[in-house]
C-alpha cells in the first residue's frame, strides 16, 4: 500500500528522487520480511491444513497460545490496521481525479483545493459519493473483482507508458531512476493479462461490467484531450 499510494501524492512529496526509492522499496520490503514472518509463526504454531482452511488466521494463531480474549484484542487490531489502509487509499484516490480535473481531462467540479485544510475536498466527495452508489451494487466479493480487473488493466497500461516514454527520463534533473529494467517491467506487462483473464472467467460477469465501465469513458477522454489540444494551440497562436 505504501508503495502503490506514494505515487498517486508525488506532487507532495519533498525530494522525490530520494524519498519514493526509499519509500517503494522500504515499503515492500518491510511488508515481505512481516508476511514471511507471519507465515511462519502460523505454520509453527498450527497445522497446514488449518492454516489453509482459516477464515481468521491471526486470531486463531493468537487463540490457541494466548486464549480468546487475547485473540479478540488481535482483531480489534486488525480493524484498526484495515480503516487505516482504507483512509491512506481515500486521501490518495482522490489526488487522481483533482490531477485529471486540474490538466482539464476530467469534470472540473472535481477540482479545486479547500481553501482551509488545503486538500483536493472536492474529489473527496466525488469519490466518496461515486464509492457509496457501487457499494449498493453488488457484495464485496463483486466489487472487489471488478475493482482487480480494472486495476490491472491501469497497471499493465502504466508499464506499457513507461517503455515508451524512457527517453522522457532524461528531462529530469537527475534523471529519475528505473530500477529492475528491463525484467521487472516486462514480467508485469505479461502477468497484466493473465490476471485479469482469471478474474473474466469468474461469475457473475462483473470484471465484463467494469470493462464497459472502462470503455464509456473513452469518448469523453477523447473529447477532453481535443478541448485542451485547441486550447493550447489557441494559447501558442
Same mark, same amino acid.
Given at each position: 500500500?505504501?508503495? #502503490? ?163 522522457? #527520463? ?20 505479461? #502477468? ?33 484531450? #481535443? ?11
Amino acid at each position: 500500500m505504501a508503495g #502503490r499510494t506514494s505515487n498517486l501524492v508525488g506532487s507532495e512529496v519533498e525530494n522525490p528522487h530520494k524519498n519514493f526509492p526509499r519509500a517503494l522499496v522500504g515499503g515492500v520490503g518491510f511488508v515481505a520480511v512481516i508476511y514471511l514472518l507471519f507465515s511462519a509463526a502460523c505454520l509453527k504454531v498450527l497445522p497446514f491444513e488449518t492454516v489453509a482452511t482459516s477464515r481468521h488466521i491471526a486470531s486463531d494463531v493468537v487463540e490457541h497460545i494466548k486464549g480468546a480474549t487475547a485473540a479478540n484484542w488481535i482483531t480489534f487490531a486488525m480493524v484498526i490496521s484495515a480503516l487505516g489502509s482504507m483512509n491512506s487509499s481515500v486521501l490518495s484516490g482522490a489526488r487522481v481525479g483533482y490531477a485529471m480535473a486540474r490538466d482539464g481531462i476530467f469534470f472540473k467540479i472535481v477540482g479545486g483545493i479547500h481553501p482551509k485544510f488545503r486538500t483536493p475536498g472536492r474529489s473527496l466527495i466525488f469519490q466518496g459519493v461515486l464509492a457509496s452508489l457501487m457499494a449498493l451494487t453488488g457484495t464485496f466479493e463483486e466489487l472487489t473483482n471488478l475493482f482487480i480487473f480494472a486495476a490491472w488493466i491501469f497497471y499493465g497500461a502504466a508499464v506499457v507508458a513507461m517503455f515508451s516514454h524512457a527517453q522522457d #527520463r532524461a528531462r529530469f534533473a537527475p534523471p529519475l531512476p528505473l530500477l529492475g529494467l528491463p525484467l521487472g517491467p516486462r514480467h508485469l506487462r505479461c #502477468r497484466c493479462p493473465r490476471a485479469d483473464r482469471k478474474y473474466l472467467d469468474r461469475p457473475p460477469g462483473r470484471s465484463s461490467i467494469g470493462l464497459l465501465l472502462i470503455l464509456a469513458g473513452l469518448p469523453s477522454i477523447g473529447r477532453w484531450n #481535443r478541448s485542451l489540444s485547441a486550447a493550447s494551440n489557441a494559447a501558442g497562436s
